[in-house]
T-cell receptor, first 112, second 111 residues
Framework: DAMVIQNPRYQVTQFGKPVTLSCSQT?????MYWYQQKSSQAPKLLFH???????NEADTPDNFQSRRPNTSFCFLDIRSPGLGDAAMYLC???????????FGPGTRLTVL | GEDVEQSLFLSVREGDSSVINCTYT??????LYWYKQEPGAGLQLLTY?????DMKQDQRLTVLLNKKDKHLSLRIADTQTGDSAIYFC???????????FGTGTSLTVIP
């Protein structure tokens, strides 16, 4: 029944070692989002894909990249994680832009 | 971007009603949402209201929308310890193709 799946749920990486987080959806939604959420803060949008069209937020660091090879999957790549990148990363999907967003359970990233 | 504001903390006793408030600035909001986030988990959609509605009720949840004052509230009746979580309001605007989250309200239910 899971609609938005994120793997892994917990990820530990070393400072500077590239890491990839995965998101998949069974809703066949057009839009997929990646958010970063630090403790006691609202989710912060990093970027989103509308179908294959990539949309980066202006203040998203270059260290963060994303790939969407097909409708169902979207990946978040952090090229050189810093200590400040430790956070919960949330994937969400929506049928269309500004439509209801459905979230995955998140991946907790720890950077050592 | 648009501002969506919430008070940070709310404590209630088990069995009482909780009211979580949210104010927003975008007059072109189309839908307004309430999400619940338990510790270490993603955001769970609780309910939403279309901007031309004043009220929506869903079991223990009542959403009130005052569009003139740009004020949204979520009332949880008979609050239980399992309701302890962070609650985010969010608004979407079809004109701007945007989706904005509030700052979140941490609800603590005291047994």
């Amino acid at each position: 029944d899971a609609m938005v799946i994120q793997n892994p749920r917990y990820q530990v990486t070393q400072f500077g070692k590239p890491v990839t987080l995965s998101c998949s959806q069974t809703l066949n939604h057009n839009v997929m989002y990646w958010y970063q959420q630090k403790s006691s803060q609202a989710p912060k949008l990093l970027f989103h894909y509308y179908d294959k069209d990539f949309n980066n937020e202006a203040d998203t660091p270059d260290n963060f990249q994303s790939r969407r090879p097909n409708t169902s999957f979207c990946f978040l790549d952090i090229r050189s994680p810093g200590l400040g990148d430790a956070a919960m990363y949330l994937c969400a999907t929506s049928r269309d832009r500004a439509d209801t967003q459905y979230f995955g359970p998140g991946t907790r990233l720890t950077v050592l | 971007g648009e501002d969506v504001e919430q008070s940070l903390f709310l404590s209630v006793r088990e069995g009482d009603s909780s009211v979580i408030n949210c104010t927003y600035t975008d007059s072109s909001s189309t839908y307004l949402y309430w999400y619940k986030q338990e510790p270490g988990a993603g955001l769970q959609l609780l309910t939403y209201i279309f901007s031309n509605m004043d009220m929506k009720q869903d079991q223990r949840l009542t959403v009130l929308l005052n569009k003139k004052d740009k004020h949204l509230s979520l009332r949880i009746a008979d609050t239980q310890t399992g309701d302890s979580a962070i609650y985010f309001c969010a608004e979407s605007s079809l004109t701007g193709n945007q989706f904005y989250f509030g700052t979140g309200t941490s609800l603590t239910v005291i047994p």
